[in-house]
C-alpha cells in the first residue's frame, strides 16, 4: 500500500484512535484480571473466566469490519482503465454481486446489490476523492444503512509494463437481518470476492470479454456433483455477454 | 452430438450431450472433422490429474469446419465455411503473455484461474478438455466443439492438404518442436530424447530441422523404436540397457548436450526411486512419477540444457538438484506456445519437409474411443496414435 492510500484510509477511519485505545483497555486488563485470579492463593475460576472474556472481546472489538484488498497489473494504459472504472454505471458487468449503479450526475450514486433468494441491498455512495487516470474513491452516505469504504487506485507499472490497479473495500456489517443479507452478498471471503471482481475487469480490458464455460456441454455428472452445482449455482451474468460485445463495438469504432 | 465423456478412472464413455452454443462475442463453433487422443489425455483416463469431473468432455487435438462465429470475432481472421486447426491452448491475444509471444501462459483465458493460482502461484492460460484447474473447457472428441478467442487460436489450412496431415498441428508436432527448441540446439549436438510417443517423435524430428547431429532416442517399445530410428535416431531400450551409463559412454563421458523429457510424471523406470514413486503414487501421496527426469539430470552434460515438454501436474520428490545446480544445466519447459509455431509448421508440411501423418496407427469412429484409450495406454496392436472420426457410424467400422 502506498503511504498515500495508507493515510488516507486513517483519515478515513476518523475516531477510530477511541476505539483502538477501548480495546487494549479490555486487553489488558482483562488478561491481568486473568493472571491474578489464577495465580492467586485460592484460584478464582470463575473470574479467571470473566477476565478471558474481558480480553477476548477487547481482542475482537473493532476487527468486525470487513476490509479486501486486491491488485492486478493489466496491459493497458492508466487512463483507459481509469475510464472503464469511472464509468460507475459499468461496476456491476465484472462485479458479480452489484446488480446497478446509477450515476445520478452530482458526484452522487445508487446502488444496489443483489444476493441469493433475490434479497437486495440498496445505498447511496458519494465520490470522495476523483483524480483523474490515478486515483477514485468513494463512499456510502451518512443516510445508508449499509456502511462502507471503497477506493481504487491505478499506477503505471515500472517499465512501462501496463497498470496496477488496486482496489480496496471496506464494510461495516450492519446489525440485524440488512447484516445477513450483506454477509451472503460479500461472502465470508470479501477478499476473494474482490479478486474475482478485479480479475474479470482485467479480463473486460484485456481479453475484451469475460472468459466462461457456464453454458458449456457435458456428460452426466454424478450425484454429488449435482448436488453441488444445486447449491452453487452458476453465477455469470447475462451482461457479460453484451459487456464484451459493447467492448468488441468500441475497439473496432476507435 | 457426440462426445468422448470423461467418467472417471479408466472410465471413458460416449455419451450423447447438447450442442455446444456461442457463450461469448469472440467464440466460435466448429463442426470436427479429425480429433486425436493424446498421450497426455492417459494421464486423464489414469486418473493422476486433479480436478476432473466426471461428466467431463476430453480431446485437445481436433480440427475441422467453422459452423458459427461471435459478434466479436474479427471477420478478416476467421469467417463461417473456414478450415482450421485448433490448438489445444487457449489465449486472448492481448494480455503480457500473450503479446510476449508466451501463448501458454495468456492471463485471462482460465475462468478458474484461482484453483491453479492456489496451486501453482498463478494460472496457465484455459486448455481443451483438461482438467477444471486448467478452465475446465469442453474438448474436442466430439463432433463440435466451442472456441474462445476463436480470432487468435485457430490456423486456417489451405485446400488440398488432407486433415491427418495437419491435425498434429492442434498440439504435438508443435510440441515436438518447441521441446526440440527448448534443448538450445548448437550444430553439431547430441539430444537425448526420453520416450518414443508421438511428441517423442516430432521432437526427434525437429531435432534435426534445428542442427542436431546424433538423437539417441530411449523406450522399450519395439515399434516406437523403430519408428525412432527412421527418423533418424539412434535408440536404446532401457528394458535391456543402464541409459546413463550408456549415455555416459556413447558420448565420450562428456554427456549428451541436451536432454529432453517426453514422457512425464508417469514414467517407468527400475530404479529405487522409481519403486518409490509408485507406492507414493498408489497411494495418492503424490501425483508424479519423475524417473525420467531425474534420468535426465544426472545424464545431460554439464552446462547442458533439459528441456521438459512432457506433462506433470504436481509434486516430485528425490530430484538431484544437487546435481542439477553443480553441472550448471539450464531447464526450460512449458506447455506449447501453440501460435508461435503453427504456421511456420504448416509451411514445412506444404513444402513436404514433413509428413506427420507417420505417427498414426489406429483410424477409428468416436463410438470405439473408450476402448482405445485403454488399447493406447496399454500399448497393444502396436498403437502410436489414434485419430477418431467423430461422424463415422457403427462401432465396428474401423
Not at chain 1, 489488558?28 to 480480553?55: E, F, N
Not at chain 1, 469504504?149 to 461495516?172: K, L
Request: proline share 5%; glycine share 10%.
Amino acid at each position: 500500500m502506498s503511504r498515500e492510500t495508507e493515510m488516507r484510509r486513517n483519515a478515513r477511519d476518523g475516531g477510530s484512535q477511541a476505539e483502538t485505545l477501548q480495546r487494549w483497555g479490555m486487553l489488558l486488563g482483562g488478561g491481568a484480571l486473568t493472571v491474578y485470579a489464577l495465580t492467586r492463593r485460592r484460584p478464582g475460576i470463575a473470574l479467571a473466566a470473566a477476565g478471558g472474556l474481558l480480553a477476548y472481546r477487547g481482542a475482537t472489538l473493532g476487527t468486525t469490519k470487513f476490509r479486501a484488498r486486491a491488485s492486478f497489473a493489466i496491459n493497458c494504459e492508466p487512463e483507459t482503465a481509469f475510464r472503464m472504472w469511472r464509468g460507475l454505471e459499468n461496476l456491476p458487468i465484472f462485479m458479480r454481486h452489484l446488480e446497478s449503479v446509477r450515476e445520478r450526475g452530482d458526484g452522487r450514486s445508487e446502488w444496489t446489490a443483489i444476493g441469493p433468494m433475490g434479497k437486495r441491498l440498496r445505498w447511496n455512495a458519494e465520490i470522495t476523492e476523483d483524480r483523474e487516470n490515478e486515483f477514485l474513491a468513494w463512499r456510502s452516505t451518512q443516510d445508508s444503512d449499509f456502511q462502507n469504504w471503497g477506493s481504487v487506485e491505478f499506477r503505471r507499472a515500472p517499465g512501462n509494463r501496463g497498470t496496477i490497479v488496486t482496489a480496496e473495500m471496506e464494510y461495516a456489517p450492519p446489525g440485524g437481518a440488512l447484516g445477513k443479507v450483506a454477509a451472503a452478498i460479500f461472502g465470508k471471503d470479501p477478499e476473494f470476492t474482490m479478486r474475482e471482481d478485479l480479475r474479470r475487469f482485467k479480463a473486460l480490458l484485456e481479453m475484451r470479454e469475460i472468459p466462461t464455460t457456464e453454458g458449456q456441454p457435458h456428460g452426466p455428472r454424478s450425484a454429488v456433483m449435482s448436488a453441488v452445482h444445486a447449491v452453487y449455482p452458476e453465477r455469470r451474468k447475462p451482461t457479460e455477454y453484451s459487456a464484451g460485445e459493447r467492448v468488441a463495438a468500441q475497439r473496432r469504432a476507435s | 452430438m457426440k462426445a468422448v465423456c470423461w467418467m472417471g478412472t479408466e472410465k471413458m464413455s460416449v455419451e450423447t450431450v447438447p450442442d455446444p452454443k456461442i457463450l461469448n462475442p469472440r467464440d466460435a463453433i466448429v463442426r470436427i472433422t479429425s480429433t486425436c487422443i493424446c498421450g497426455s489425455d492417459l494421464h486423464l483416463y489414469n486418473g493422476f490429474m486433479p480436478t476432473m469431473e466426471q461428466g467431463d468432455i476430453t480431446g485437445h487435438e481436433f480440427m475441422g469446419e467453422v459452423m458459427e462465429v461471435g459478434s466479436g470475432v474479427d471477420q478478416g481472421k476467421l469467417r463461417v465455411g473456414d478450415r482450421v486447426v485448433v490448438p489445444f491452448t487457449i489465449a486472448c491475444g492481448n494480455c503480457f503473455f500473450c503479446q510476449k509471444q508466451l501463448w501458454s501462459l495468456c492471463d485471462n483465458t482460465n475462468p478458474n484461474a484461482w484453483i491453479a493460482e492456489k496451486m501453482m502461484g498463478y494460472s496457465p492460460s484455459g486448455l481443451f478438455g483438461y482438467t477444471h484447474m486448467m478452465g475446465g473447457y469442453a474438448g474436442g472428441q466430439a463432433q463440435y466443439a466451442r472456441v474462445p478467442c476463436a480470432d487468435v487460436g485457430p490456423l486456417k489450412i489451405p485446400e488440398g492438404l488432407p486433415d491427418e496431415k495437419v491435425v498434429f498441428l492442434s498440439d504435438i508436432f508443435p510440441t515436438g518442436y518447441m521441446g526440440a527448441e527448448n534443448c538450445n540446439i548448437q550444430q553439431g549436438d547430441t539430444v537425448a530424447i526420453w520416450g518414443c510417443g508421438p511428441v517423442a517423435q516430432f521432437a526427434i524430428r525437429s531435432a534435426f530441422m534445428l542442427g542436431a547431429e546424433r538423437v539417441i532416442a530411449i523406450d522399450r517399445v519395439p515399434e516406437r523404436l523403430q519408428m525412432a530410428r527412421d527418423g533418424g535416431a539412434e535408440t536404446i531400450n532401457f528394458e535391456e540397457t543402464d541409459v546413463v551409463d550408456f549415455l555416459q559412454e556413447t558420448t565420450g563421458n562428456r554427456g549428451p548436450d541436451s536432454c529432453l523429457d517426453a514422457v512425464g510424471m508417469e514414467a517407468s523406470g527400475h530404479s529405487l526411486f522409481f519403486a518409490t514413486d509408485r507406492a507414493k503414487q498408489a497411494l495418492r501421496i503424490k501425483m508424479d512419477r519423475a524417473e525420467v527426469l531425474r534420468q535426465c539430470i544426472r545424464a545431460c552434460r554439464k552446462g547442458g540444457t533439459v528441456s521438459v515438454p512432457g506433462v506433470y501436474g504436481g509434486f516430485i520428490d528425490n530430484i538431484p538438484f544437487g546435481a542439477a545446480m553443480n553441472k550448471g544445466l539450464t531447464f526450460k519447459m512449458g506447455q506449447t506456445h501453440m501460435m508461435r509455431y503453427m504456421r511456420p509448421l504448416l509451411e514445412r508440411i506444404e513444402r513436404g519437409d514433413i509428413d506427420p501423418s507417420f505417427v498414426i496407427s489406429h483410424r477409428v469412429p468416436i463410438d470405439r474411443a473408450p476402448e482405445m484409450y485403454r488399447i493406447f495406454r496399454d500399448k497393444e496392436e502396436r498403437c502410436t496414435k489414434v485419430v477418431l472420426d467423430p461422424w463415422a457410424e457403427g462401432a465396428r467400422a474401423a
